[in-house]
């Protein structure tokens, strides 16, 4: 995703922009045969981690699209980008919020990795670079002081549900931070606003002007208490970026705000895999 959705939000803030100038709780509920019982985040955190951590050990054969056999994480993920509520020096128009999407939805490629935070589909590349050479993502680090709730449901079947909110963070990068610990998100955007050749600022630096706040996003994930793998999971994590001081030619300190949602949704069906990245089950 990285790859592609930087240079998509870079589009966005400078279309944005150039368009507009011419026209938390410390315990959670467990709710059990109507029994409801106190459990502490920790707990949560914990449980979430073991699930995680053993469905990332789980593997599957596949196709590629070149109709080669790959060793592919069991569980992946299907993923799609949102973006919304653009503002400029805090006025909505609706002509850019129509607009920007769809500069946007053509350019962005989805991606089909583990579950994330995760970089590729390959447990080998899966890392907290892109490049595979960091840190391995195979298992999760997640904490309680992550999480700013939780809940947990008890559906009758063998499964529980978990919902986590993590806490807030400003520009956030996978593996690093609460949200990183949750969610692919994207990391410092500095390099990608400075190449944005027709953009500059009446005051400050790009890292002063430029923010990438995190917060209200949700993880859902359903696990099988028996094997504690994980059965069903959607992500979402909510990004909003906030640009100060923007200069585009002769127009001068101009302020944009806009709000882009991520969701990932696993197991990716079999339809997904296939249109996006030409990739089938063995």
Sequence with gaps: MKKYAFKGLGLVLAVALIVGCFAGCAKINYVTDGAIQAI???AVADYYKQAYDYTKTLT???KDDKGQTQTYYKM????DLNVHDIAIDGSVNKTINNMVPGIVKPIYKPGLNGLVPSTNRDPKLDTDEWDGKGESLQTSRLVADDLVTANVKDNGD???TLQMQPKYV???APGKDAQGHMFQSLGAIDSTVDSITVLSWSEGTTADNCKVNYYGGTATVTINTKTKEI??????MEAHVVVSHACIAVIRDKNATVDVTMKWSAPASEKYMQ????VTRA
């Design 76 to 79: 992946l993920c299907e993923e």
């Design 275 to 278: 249109e996006k990245k030409g």
């Design 231 to 236: 059965t069903k999971a959607d992500y979402v």
């Design 60 to 62: 599957a054969q596949y």
């Design 158 to 160: 063998g499964t529980i």
């Design 40 to 42: 502490d985040v920790a």
């Design 170 to 172: 400003n520009m956030s």
